[in-house]
């Protein structure tokens, strides 16, 4: 599986960004995607994921009630909506594979597969 992200940028503070994720693959919809983030000086942060059906999705607790993580198995497509941003949320936002269709957790070691990332800076 390849992925590419997209969608980053400069954002103002309060403002909203919709990232995107295209994969290639034809068992895409096997997987559970999920979305990381790394800032300056920091390790990778989880962010959410979303199994292959796109009911169940788990967020990280740094941005829940402020992203949200859909998939579109037709398009090999998975986004992820950021609303309120914060200074603190500027960062590197990865695309990431992990070849199971259940969750195993928010450890970055469980996905095989990463993008190159996009990068979202805040204006404050």
């Known amino acids: 599986v390849e992925l590419a992200e997209s969608g980053g940028g400069l954002v103002q503070a309060g403002g909203s960004l919709r990232l995107s994720c295209a994969a290639s693959?034809?068992?895409?919809?096997?997987?559970?995607m999920a979305w990381f983030r790394q800032r300056p000086g920091k390790e990778r942060e989880f962010v959410a994921a979303?199994?292959?059906?796109?009911?169940?999705?788990w967020y990280g607790d740094s941005v829940k009630g402020r992203v949200t993580i859909s998939r579109d198995n037709t398009k090999n497509t998975v986004l992820l909506q950021v609303n309120d941003f914060k200074p603190e949320d500027a960062a590197v936002y990865y695309c990431?594979?992990?070849?199971?269709?259940?969750?195993?957790?928010?450890?970055?070691?469980?996905?095989?597969?990463w993008g190159q990332g996009t990068q979202v800076t805040v204006s404050s």
């Open positions: 693959g034809r068992t895409f919809f096997n997987y559970v």
């Open positions: 990431a594979a992990d070849p199971n269709t259940y969750f195993r957790g928010r450890d970055s070691r469980f996905y095989d597969y």
């Open positions: 979303i199994t292959f059906g796109g009911i169940n999705r």
